[in-house]
């Protein structure tokens, strides 16, 4: 398995691998990062201090390691996909013990300089076995029972200690990027037709056994679902979070009312504004129009990855690449929805633009593997 | 791992497919963020542009100011003063013991109030006002505003406080108001929104609780924008409120202070009424009590000491006391008797100190009895027993009847608390309430005003007034309102007999008078202003017989709780009748002795309007008078007036 197999006609080398470099997206994403600068000043009420000058800090330092990553051959990273995933099951393993409790659930690592979230690593950690996974396995056997098992193992060991934390969001977020990956790995569609009838009834299942000694989630689960079906519930309450954001949202207009001029993020109607609803913010500053601005910087940036897992025939860089993409996806449609009412409220934040320095770092390592496989794409 | 090529190919070939359809999916999704995005933002956007203004903007209340109270010249009883009180909020005080702490070396602050107010501090949100101190003086203020860079957090406020400058000489008049308590909110089925104002004062007591819609005013209203902890950024727009009502009343100021210190540590109660208007000049209860205490709510230690004094000076005497009117209840029944036609003036009655009423023997207050009466005489001299005889012959309903038409057992309409209606009684009622028939001896108690019979001072002022006028005169305590003059008092005519009134008003005049009256110690020597009047002196209890025997019925040798009532009422000048008024002293011994001079001396303060000179009284009693005066710190006799008459 070295790399040496690889029948490379031609890469660039050295610096000449930065003119290579998918300068589009590169942009993009800093863009993206830029509209979540300019939130974080107007959600601190016109102010650097406390998140926006520390999100461009760390944004710095995320182009950077995309930079590194980028630079370094895609097989490379490709070998140590074992590592990478064993390492971030071990670190999960590691917060269950020495975990910081914050908002109800165990998810950080105190490293002294920043919180890690080994959660976020693991979305990445993942996609890369499995495309290390699929690389490795011959055609004919990707739909045989054993492999396709042994992969949906390699997802869920991660998944259950997440649940556990306990984080619902990213856990579901887990598994419908790697069943995303192991689709596009060519496995056969009777069993994703298989799992989906099998998640309908296992929602079905969920509903009927509220209330009942079987009963298989929290309380707190299952009147978030209630809240989300029916907001004006409980307005004041569990309902206000989505109450506030439609409010916000609706509020926005076409236009929006201006930089640093929304009422419901000025006054504190919003909740966590600054991480997972920041895009209210957005919504009421800059209306329709911005709303649907950062929809489709998110949409090319999708976009650039698939065309690099496309124009490759590096099955992982094709895999990681698309894995990546997807990943990035259901980052923010999930979020969105959220905001929006149409999802229930789990704790995702909007990549690139919430307050955040794990997901921040994770997230612009991942597009340095696109960017990597895009360097190092034979050609 | 080396792959064939045609096991690449077919690989590639499914990525490409899958790669469609979930790009594809992905793509949909997309459109569907931005559909719903178009929803809410675009279409629905008006809607929810309401309800975020509806989250910002909130509608606070402005307590209106409250309706001043002024005497009939204007000088002030009841206004709005600007009350002043420290606030802190924690949030902005920074280190609050070191600024509180600063505080203290301006404002004293008692350091228990201290230890309260910093837990109070610590369990509030950090945004909430809290009040430091209340009721601060201009001096402390000033020098908080002074100090202000080195107090953050501390702010000077200033709100509106009722004060009554006039103390306890209008406590009776006008009541007081206080704090709403939560008592006062459950009796409201729709409380006005307005009473959950903190420290908003409503009217408890007295014309300030019954005339409370007029005082109260309408509140304003300002819009603030509030953030989602309800903390205030700024004020968007503001309507001030509509000050209540400032209500002129009827009395007069400088009358009052008079009575009331007249009065002076009596239990008892004075009341002084325009003949003309029905207007209340004067209505004076005694002792009284500073209404200022119950303004922000009075101590323990206070309340306790008024309610546990015997002289009662909670209870407004002139309105909600009621009394066996006694001897002055003699009109009533001699002018129902003249005007059934059962006697006539001259008719004389004999009065050997007794008589036989059923198997009861009823006496005389004269042992030895008056021998005979007649009408004036009888009034004159107050003689009982030709009160019983001539209300044998014209029976119990028709004197009632008679004090019914003068005002007594009757509630008056008064702006006051609790307005007695006194009782006057019929055999109906007897047998009513007490499921006993009448018997003959209630009528003979009854003709002189004693055993069922009671009054307030109130009603006795205005059973004077009728006597003095024919007219159906009622009382009056609001001048006017907003200055617009309110209806006055005088009533129309009560159709009695010009003659029969005549008779009583100069009977007595004479016992004010005449050598022999049992009032002539209390008359007024000037002759323009001559005074017709009648004592009272009720009885609270059984003279027994054992007691009778033993001969210990002078008053002053019993406690004071059984002592007589002493009553006196009347009218001046006599010809052309300008005031009334009505005088009872609980438990004072003789109405000749304790009430008549009280009367006498409230009656010249009125004519004169001003201290009276001394030549208006009798002369033996001018060196008591002159040094009375001078207690009751009244400026010297007007010289002026004085020599103008003469």
């Keep these: 398995m070295s790399f040496l197999e690889y029948n490379v006609k031609s890469t660039p080398t050295g610096f000449r691998k930065l003119l290579f470099l998918n300068w589009p997206l590169t942009l993009l994403l800093a863009a993206a990062a830029g509209v979540g600068f300019m939130m974080l000043y107007s959600v601190a009420g016109g102010s650097m201090s406390p998140w926006a000058e520390q999100q461009m800090e760390r944004f710095a330092l995320g182009m950077a390691v995309m930079l590194v990553v980028a630079l370094i051959p895609i097989w490379f990273w490709r070998n140590l996909s074992g590592v990478a995933y064993l390492f971030g099951l071990a670190l999960l393993v590691a917060v269950e013990f020495f975990g910081t409790v914050g908002m109800g659930a165990q998810r950080w690592i105190d490293l002294g300089f920043m919180q890690l979230q080994p959660s976020e690593l693991m979305k990445i950690a993942v996609v890369m076995m499995l495309a290390a996974y699929y690389d490795w396995l011959p055609a004919k056997r990707i739909s045989h029972p054993f492999f396709v098992l042994l992969p949906v193992l390699i997802v869920l060991l991660p998944t259950a200690l997440i649940i556990k934390q306990p984080d619902l969001g990213t856990s579901l977020l887990l598994v419908v990027g790697s069943g995303g990956v192991m689709f596009l790995a060519g496995v056969h569609w009777g069993y994703f037709a298989a799992v989906i009838a099998a998640g309908v009834a296992l929602i079905l299942a969920v509903f009927q056994s509220r209330g009942t000694d079987w009963q298989l989630l929290n309380d707190y689960q299952y009147r978030r679902i209630d809240i989300f079906l029916d907001p004006s519930q409980e307005p004041l309450g569990a309902g206000y979070h989505i109450t506030q954001s439609k409010i916000a949202l609706g509020s926005g207009g076409w236009s929006g009312r201006g930089f640093m001029q929304g009422t419901q993020t000025r006054l504190n ?39 690099t897992a496309v124009s490759t025939r590096d099955r992982f860089a094709q895999l990681v690449s698309f894995g990546v993409a997807i990943t990035f996806f259901l980052f923010f449609a999930v979020n969105m929805s959220m905001v929006m009412g149409l999802a229930p409220v789990v704790g995702v934040p909007l990549p690139l633009v919430s307050y955040g320095g794990s997901a921040m ?5 991942a597009f340095g593997l696109v960017q990597s496989a895009n360097i190092h794409r034979p050609r | 791992m080396k792959r064939s090529d045609k096991e690449l190919g077919l690989l590639h070939r499914r990525f490409g497919r899958r790669t469609l359809l979930v790009g594809g999916l992905q793509l949909g999704f997309m459109g569907l963020l931005a559909g719903r995005m178009r929803y809410l933002q675009v279409e629905q956007a008006d809607q929810y542009r309401l309800l975020a203004e509806e989250n910002r903007i909130n509608d606070r209340l402005i307590a209106p100011e409250r309706g001043e109270l002024f005497d009939r010249n204007g000088e002030i009883i009841a206004q709005n003063t600007p009350s002043y009180r420290i606030i802190i909020v924690r949030e902005d005080a920074g280190d609050v013991d070191d600024v509180l702490l600063n505080l203290s070396q301006l404002v004293h602050i008692d350091p228990a109030e201290m230890e309260k107010l910093k837990a109070e501090l610590y369990r509030s949100p950090p945004f909430l006002p809290i009040t430091v101190a209340d009721q601060v003086s201009w001096d402390d203020i000033s020098r908080v505003a002074v100090n202000a860079p080195s107090l953050p957090g501390i702010t000077p406020e200033v709100g509106l406080a009722r004060n009554y400058p006039q103390g306890a000489d209008f406590a009776h008049v006008v009541g007081y108001v206080g704090p709403v308590s939560d008592f006062d909110l459950s009796k409201l089925e729709a409380p006005n929104p307005v009473l959950k104002i903190p420290r908003f004062q409503i009217g408890k007591v007295g014309l300030e609780s019954k005339l409370e819609d007029q ?16 903390r205030v950024m700024r004020e968007l727009d503001r309507q001030d409120g509509v000050k209540g009502t400032d209500l002129q009343l009827t009395v007069d100021a400088r009358l009052q202070r008079y009575v009331q210190a007249r009065l002076g540590g009596e239990s008892a109660a004075a009341v002084i009424m325009d003949c003309d208007t029905g207007d209340l000049r004067a209505i004076a209860s005694s002792p009284a009590f500073d209404p200022n205490l119950f303004v922000r709510g009075i101590s323990v230690a206070d309340y306790n000491r008024l309610t546990s004094n015997k002289y009662r000076p909670l209870a407004n005497k002139t309105v909600q006391g009621t009394y066996p009117p006694g001897s002055t209840f003699k ?27 059923g198997n009861r023997r009823f006496h005389c207050w004269k042992r030895g009895g008056h021998g005979h009466m007649d009408l004036k005489n009888s009034l004159k001299q107050s003689c009982d027993v030709y009160y019983y005889d001539v209300a044998m012959k014209v029976g119990i309903n028709k004197i009632t009847e008679m004090a019914n038409r003068l005002g007594l057992g009757v509630r008056h309409d008064l702006p006051m608390s609790a307005v007695a209606q006194g009782l006057t009684p019929t055999t109906d009622w007897k047998q009513r309430v007490h499921d006993e028939s009448w018997l003959i001896g209630d009528t003979a108690n009854a003709s002189i005003g004693q055993g069922f019979m009671l009054a307030s001072p109130m009603q006795l002022a205005v059973m004077t007034a009728r006597l003095a006028t024919g007219r159906a005169v009622s009382p009056r305590l609001v001048k006017s309102q907003d200055g617009a003059e309110q209806t006055g008092g005088a009533g129309e005519s009560l159709g009695l007999n ?4 005549r008779y009583i008003r100069e009977a007595m005049y004479d016992t004010s008078n005449d050598r022999r009256g049992t009032a002539y110690g209390s008359r007024i020597i000037d002759d323009a202003f001559r005074m017709a009047g009648k004592t009272g002196t009720s009885q609270v209890r059984n003279i027994t017989a054992a007691e009778r025997a033993a001969g210990v019925t002078k008053n002053e040798d019993l406690p004071w709780e059984r002592r007589d009532h002493a009553l006196f009422v009347n009218f001046a000048p006599f010809d052309r009748p300008k005031f009334a008024v009505a005088v009872v002293v609980e438990h004072g011994g003789g109405g000749s002795k304790a009430a008549a001079p009280i009367a006498r001396d409230i009656t010249l303060q009125a004519l004169y309007d001003g201290t009276p000179p001394l030549e208006a009284y009798p002369a033996k009693d001018r060196e008591r008078i002159a040094a009375q005066q001078k207690e009751l710190n009244q400026p010297p006799p007007g010289a002026l007036r004085g020599s103008d008459r003469a």
């Design chain 2, 331 to 357: 009109m009533v029944t001699a002018l129902a008797a003249l005007e059934a036609g059962v006697i006539g003036p001259e008719d004389t009655v004999w009065c050997p100190g007794h008589m036989q009423v």
């Design chain 2, 498 to 501: 010009p003659t029969n009134l």
């Design chain 1, 361 to 365: 770092l994770v997230l612009l390592a």
């Design chain 1, 269 to 307: 109607f919003l909740p966590e504004k600054h991480t997972d609803f920041i895009f209210t913010t957005l919504a009421e500053e800059f209306g329709f129009v911005g709303g649907v601005s950062l929809l489709i910087i998110y949409g090319l940036i999708v976009l650039f990855c698939i065309v």
């Design chain 2, 215 to 230: 005082l109260r005013g309408q509140a304003g209203a300002k819009r603030v924008e509030v953030n989602a902890a309800g």
